[in-house]
């Protein structure tokens, strides 16, 4: 199973499991600077069923947006309906 795989599956356990909590905790954890774009990308997807229940996902999602303009990397449309 690759890093991607991963974020999807442990997202989505969490998830099903009601551990919003746990979630919300462990992103507001992650070092956004040094993840990949896929990864970054990866957390914003898999989560985004529970963004309500994850208040730490917004300054996740700014991170994204600052990490993605500063690395060159941000297009057009790459964020749509991954915000809160």
Do not use: C
Request: glycine share 6%; aromatic share 8%.
């Amino acid at each position: 199973m690759n890093q991607l795989d991963e974020i999807y599956s442990w997202a989505d356990d969490l998830m099903r499991a009601g551990r919003f909590q746990y979630l919300d905790a462990a992103i507001s954890a992650f070092h956004p600077d040094d993840m990949t774009t896929d990864n970054l990308l990866g957390v914003l997807t898999a989560t985004l069923p529970a963004k309500s229940k994850l208040p730490a996902r917004k300054a996740f999602y700014q991170a994204v947006e600052r990490i993605l303009t500063a690395r060159g990397e941000m297009e057009p449309g790459l964020l749509n309906g991954l915000e809160q």
